[in-house]
């Protein structure tokens, strides 16, 4: 069993940043394959970022939405357990609940598949004022 847990999230304007977090326990956060989704109301849950088991930016093994790319940035730090996002630019269309997703990496499935996540947690709210 993972136990994850998503914070960072709240209110800011347009334009501003948010950073979240989201801290793992359980088994070797390493081993992972981390994502984030996100929710809006009256949508479907859908992938935002994705981050292999590497926490070697420049050998890549991360992938973005397109509605995100250039704006958000994923990150691990495998020392602290810990996934992030940074989010830049935020725009009102942002707004909705994320969700920090983790996988096996002997599972098979894309970064932006949400049946290849075996874990999730509660969800933090972003609210981008406009």
């Known amino acids: 069993q993972v136990q994850l847990v998503e914070s960072g999230g709240g209110l800011v304007q347009a334009g501003g940043s948010l950073s979240l977090s989201c801290a793992a326990s359980?088994?070797?956060?390493?081993?992972?394959?981390m994502g984030w989704f996100r929710q809006a109301p009256g949508k479907e849950r859908e992938f935002v970022a994705g981050?292999?088991?590497?926490?070697?930016?420049?050998?890549?093994?991360?992938t973005y939405a397109d509605s995100v790319k250039s704006r958000f940035t994923i990150s691990r730090d495998n020392t602290k357990n810990t996934v992030y996002l940074q989010m830049n630019s935020l725009k009102p269309e942002d707004t909705a609940v994320y969700y920090c997703?983790?996988?096996?990496?002997?599972?098979?499935?894309?970064?932006?598949?949400?049946?290849?996540?075996?874990?999730w947690g509660q969800g933090t709210q972003v609210t981008v004022s406009s």
């Open positions: 997703a983790a996988r096996a990496a002997a599972r098979s499935g894309s970064y932006s598949s949400e049946d290849a996540y075996e874990y």
């Open positions: 359980g088994r070797t956060f390493s081993g992972y394959v």
């Open positions: 981050r292999s088991v590497s926490t070697i930016t420049w050998r890549g093994g991360y």
